[in-house]
Structures are given as structure tokens and as C-alpha cells.
């Protein structure tokens, strides 16, 4: 690897600053891609994966995020009137948001959630009865099945699916995968 930042890095961007200058030379190597030289390949789930064991809508009690990006309110930002406001700053870099949820047995919630299908499986219901488990996007909710990208990443990063039971009342994580 350090062959590699050396012959195809290094050494044409001293060369680039000899011909254009620090400036010109270090903005094109900022807008290069390095994805081929190190062998980098963007995944992009199929529309089959992303929508695969649709079982209805999210759920009514999550709400999503709908803040506005600091590109598309500039006006607004330096506008006199905004001054004084309390801004939070964020950083989303990739990814598609999801959330993981879980409803209790007797939760006035539980009858907002989709019907489940007879012999639904076990990922989305707790082994002593507690209630239910369940993976959405922003506007639809899933069934655990192969294939679902979402729950695929619920189960398998952090098994996020199964370790919400730790947390003690109705729990939404929200975030991207």
C-alpha cells in the first residue's frame, strides 16, 4: 500500500505543483476519486432487497427526521431574522435511514403495527411473550425475511434487533445503515 500512495499518489501530485502551483494541484487531487486504486466498490442494494417482506406502513408513533439540510435554507441561514437561533449541526455522509422498534405486550401502540402473517418469525417477537420487534424505512414497515436489506443490517452489525429487549420501555433507534 505505501508503493501504491507513493507512485500513484505522491509522486504525480508533487509533479501537478510544479506544473500548476500548490493550489490548482491540491484541489484536483481533492477531486479525485481513489475508488480503483484501492479497489473500492460502491454496494447499492437492488429495489428487490430494499423492498422485499413490505408489510405495511411505518408505524404512526415514529416520526422521522425532517430537518433541513444547511444547503437548501442559505438565505435563511444569514438572513438577520435567524441570528440568534440555536442551529445543530449534523453530518450525514451515506447510508438509508431505518429504524429498529420494539412495542410491548399491552402497549397502546401494539395496534398500530401491520398484521403479521401466521408463524411470523421469531427475530420479531420476544420468546417470553414481551411483544414485538420490528425494521421500517421511512414509509415502510418489514417482515424479517432473507433478503430484506434492513433487518439484514439490524441482525447482523450490532444485533441491534435483539438487543433492544435491554432497553426497559417502548424503544426506537433511529439511523442509517
Not at 33 to 62: C, N, R
Not at 92 to 102: A, Q, R
Request: glycine residues 10%; aromatic residues 10%; hydrophobic residues 40%.
Amino acid at each position: 500500500m505505501a508503493d501504491i500512495h507513493h507512485r500513484e499518489i505522491y509522486g504525480p501530485f508533487q509533479a501537478r505543483i510544479k506544473q500548476a502551483g500548490l493550489r490548482l494541484a491540491t484541489e484536483e487531487l481533492m477531486a479525485r476519486s481513489f475508488e480503483d486504486l484501492l479497489g473500492v466498490v460502491k454496494w447499492e442494494p437492488s429495489a428487490q432487497a430494499i423492498s422485499a417482506g413490505v408489510i405495511g406502513t411505518t408505524p404512526g408513533f415514529i416520526v422521522n427526521p425532517s430537518w433541513y439540510r444547511a444547503q437548501n435554507l442559505e438565505r435563511e441561514i444569514f438572513a438577520k431574522s435567524w441570528q440568534h437561533k440555536v442551529w445543530q449541526v449534523t453530518e450525514k455522509l451515506d447510508g438509508v435511514s431505518m429504524h429498529v422498534y420494539k412495542v410491548s405486550v399491552g402497549s397502546r401502540w401494539l395496534g398500530c403495527l401491520p398484521a403479521l402473517p401466521q408463524g411470523y418469525p421469531a427475530t420479531m417477537r420476544d420468546g417470553s411473550g414481551r411483544g414485538h420487534v420490528g425494521v421500517c424505512s421511512r414509509t415502510q414497515d418489514f417482515l424479517d425475511q432473507p433478503g430484506n436489506v434492513y433487518w439484514e443490517a439490524a441482525k447482523s452489525r450490532s444485533a441491534v434487533a435483539s438487543k433492544i429487549w435491554e432497553i426497559p420501555c417502548k424503544s426506537i433507534l433511529h439511523g442509517p445503515f
